[in-house]
């Protein structure tokens, strides 16, 4: 499985972005998928995730209201729609899944900056 982030960039505080996670390989095998992000001197954290039928999402309590994550499977791509953006949603977003047996696999980080 690879997983492939576009969408980052720099935007005004109270601005708008929209992530986009490419999945190939054995993308069958994919179950929850999420976004995690990390700032400067801070540890990876996670900011969003959903169920392998997009049923289920969780949010972490920074981005709740904010943030909207999704998932279109036959085109094997999961988004972060990400409004009111904030300086301190300033990080690298880090595209995640998870497989059956629980091997975790990553993207390669896009960069999101929020200017004040």
């Known amino acids: 499985v690879q997983l492939v982030e576009s969408g980052g960039g720099l935007v005004q505080a109270g601005g708008s972005l929209r992530l986009s996670c490419a999945a190939s390989?054995?993308?069958?095998?994919?179950?929850?998928m999420g976004w995690y992000r990390q700032a400067p001197g801070k540890e990876r954290e996670l900011v969003a995730s959903?169920?392998?039928?997009?049923?289920?999402?969780n949010y972490a309590d920074s981005v709740k209201g904010r943030f909207t994550i999704s998932r279109d499977n036959p085109k094997n791509t999961m988004y972060l729609q990400m409004n009111t953006l904030k300086p301190e949603d300033t990080a690298v977003y880090y595209c995640?899944?998870?497989?059956?047996?629980?091997?975790?696999?990553w993207g390669q980080g896009t960069q999101v900056t929020v200017s004040s």
């Open positions: 390989g054995r993308t069958f095998t994919i179950n929850t």
């Open positions: 959903i169920s392998r039928g997009g049923d289920h999402t």
């Open positions: 995640w899944g998870v497989v059956g047996g629980g091997f975790n696999y």
